[in-house]
């Protein structure tokens, strides 16, 4: 990926994700928080595994993710490590405050990793 991509996302504080719905084959989007770090993008589902966009993306690992007006296809990989996701929600608590992602983030059992470069 360029640059350019890599400064689109990391310019921003949420970003559109574009998942396969799993019963219905729709596109389905959703704005939700990340972290960026080196080449690839983190997302915590508010829910963990409950997430409907989480289970659609188990399905179908591929995302279409937008922000500032750029926006890639690519394949994700679900992060299931309970260390993995431990320093993925570490790093949404320094990005956005330890405060918030206990309030808005009731469950931390996965994470998805979304390269971008």
């Known amino acids: ?4 991509v890599r400064d689109a ?3 921003t504080n949420e970003v559109e994700i574009t998942v396969t719905g799993r019963k219905t084959g729709r596109q389905i ?5 990340f972290v960026q770090e080196e080449s ?3 997302l915590v589902p508010i829910t963990g595994s409950d997430s409907n966009w989480y289970k659609n993306v188990q399905q179908t690992p591929w995302v279409q993710v937008s922000a ?7 394949s994700v990989t679900p992060i299931t490590q ?11 608590r320094d990005k956005y405050g ?8 009731p469950k931390h059992d996965v994470a998805v990793q979304v390269p971008i470069g």
């Open 1 to 4: 990926m360029s640059d350019a």
């Open 29 to 33: 989007t959703h704005p939700v928080w």
């Open 82 to 92: 309970p260390d993995r996701v431990d320093h993925v929600v570490e790093m949404f």
């Open 98 to 105: 330890a405060d918030q992602i206990e309030a808005l983030y």
């Open 9 to 11: 996302f990391s310019g």
């Open 68 to 74: 500032n007006g750029t926006a890639i296809n690519t």
């Open 40 to 42: 690839s993008l983190f």
